[in-house]
């Protein structure tokens, strides 16, 4: 006899109500709240610029002035040797990356969310020299798109931000 029970299933939806959870994109959700209404650092170089592009992309493009959040955000990444071959030649390099971010209230000053995300990627470097500065600048590509996708993530969960 199967233990499943229809009523249980139910009232899963009434339990979440409860304990506060709310859809990310439902009107006066942190989403709806944070889209087009963060103002994100200017890029200092091509990396910050790539996870700029995607932040904004994600949280709307919102104007510097009259926003009604700051998001200020920084970067640093670094390559190492994944993979050396027998001959000592690298054939494959992981870059590293970390970005810390704050995102600060306009109205009041306040910091609402802040920290750090840290994730990496990796490329091959076994093929001739344009290709592997194009699988680079690919994969320094995906990872600040993995950083943003991280940020957006932890700023969606902040519970801090209200509408």
């Known amino acids: 006899m199967s233990s499943f029970d229809r009523r249980t299933f139910l009232l899963i939806p009434l339990a979440l109500t409860a304990c506060g959870f709310q859809p990310v994109y439902a009107p006066g959700g942190t989403g709806a709240t944070l889209n087009g209404r ?37 970067v640093s990444t ?7 071959s027998t001959s000592n030649e690298t054939n494959r390099y992981t870059i590293d990356g970390r970005a810390n971010y704050s995102l600060t209230s306009e109205e009041s000053g306040q910091v609402v969310a802040s920290g750090q995300v840290i994730d990496f990627v990796a490329y091959s470097a076994a093929g001739s020299t344009v290709s592997t500065l194009a699988d680079e600048r690919d994969a320094t590509e995906r990872l600040m798109e993995i950083l943003s996708d991280h940020i957006v993530t932890r700023l969606y969960t902040s519970p801090d931000i209200t509408a």
Do not use: C, M
């Open 78 to 84: 670094t390559t190492r040797a994944a993979s050396i």
């Open 38 to 74: 963060v103002a994100v650092s200017a890029p200092s170089d091509v990396k910050s610029f790539l996870l700029v592009q995607n932040l904004e992309q994600k949280l709307g493009r919102s104007a510097t002035s009259g926003s009604e959040y700051k998001l200020a955000v920084s």
